[in-house]
């Protein structure tokens, strides 16, 4: 019996994520007027370069995130699945903006603020290895021995078919029942791909009604 995979693409949770990200936008903000303040001021040679880094880094950043934010609102063939997370990318470039200001105007080398860059850039190119994991735990998988729905660090429910009670989907939200009590629901409306998550509970209680007669009494 094939196994059925589908991926949980919360809104809520992407969200969430961009926020926090989002804190990039305060250094952004100011680094974005001391480029404007440079180019008002006539600066020239290296102060112009560095003036123009720090606008288009700054300014990229700003649009990337509220991009982000509204692509959130979409459905799932609307979310890129890429390798690279483009907020982290700006990011970057907004803390090498930084550094480099620090350096042209007290010509001092900040490291940390270096070393943070480095690890952000890593962090956004190499998105896609990352967010696959993630991904991985966020679904909801129907196997032959029962059924998995992620969901936060220790708090992923995991059955076997003897031990599920029922699966129902009342509209924008779906439970999972077993018969010791536990319950995991899932909120329909905040899913991308909702049409996707009730067409495997909708494999989920197939298979659960077939071991139904085996289950029963004589």
Same mark, same amino acid.
């Given at each position: 019996? %094939?196994? &059925?995979? /589908?991926? *949980? ?23 974005? &007027?001391?480029?404007?303040? #440079? *180019? ?12 123009? &880094? ?10 990337? !995130? ?20 483009? !907020?982290? !990318?700006?990011?970057?470039?907004? =803390? ?8 042209? /105007? ?7 603020? !270096? *070393? ?6 890593? =962090?956004? *190119? ?27 660090? $220790?708090?992923? $429910?995991? #059955?076997?078919?003897? %031990? ?11 439970? &999972? ?11 329909? #409306? %905040?899913?991308?791909?909702?049409? %996707? /998550?009730?067409?495997?509970? #909708? ?14 009494? =004589?």
């Amino acid at each position: 019996m %094939d196994s &059925v995979v /589908v991926p *949980l693409l919360s809104r809520r949770f992407e969200r969430a994520q961009i926020l926090q990200k989002a804190n990039h936008a305060i250094p952004a903000a100011a680094l974005l &007027v001391t480029g404007v303040q #440079a *180019l008002m001021e006539g600066a020239w040679g290296l102060g112009l370069a560095l003036g123009a &880094v720090q606008i288009a880094t700054s300014a990229m950043l700003m649009v990337t !995130i509220v991009r982000s934010l509204r692509a959130t609102r979409g459905p799932a063939h609307h979310h890129h699945e890429h390798g690279i997370e483009w !907020i982290d !990318i700006w990011a970057a470039g907004v =803390l090498f903006a930084e550094a480099a200001e620090r350096w042209h /105007v007290k010509h001092h080398i900040s490291r940390p603020m !270096i *070393l943070t860059a480095l690890l952000t850039l890593a =962090l956004g *190119l190499f998105h896609g290895r990352i967010a696959a994991v993630g991904r991985r735990r966020r679904a909801i998988r129907i196997t032959a021995d029962g059924m998995y729905v992620g969901g936060k660090p $220790f708090r992923a $429910f995991t #059955a076997p078919w003897r %031990d599920i009670a029922s699966i129902s989907v009342t509209g924008q939200v779906a439970e &999972v029942r077993t018969r010791g009590g536990r319950v995991r629901r899932l909120n329909l #409306a %905040d899913l991308r791909n909702a049409e %996707d /998550v009730r067409a495997a509970l #909708a494999e989920g209680r197939k298979r659960l009604s077939a071991l139904e007669p085996e289950a029963s009494p =004589l």
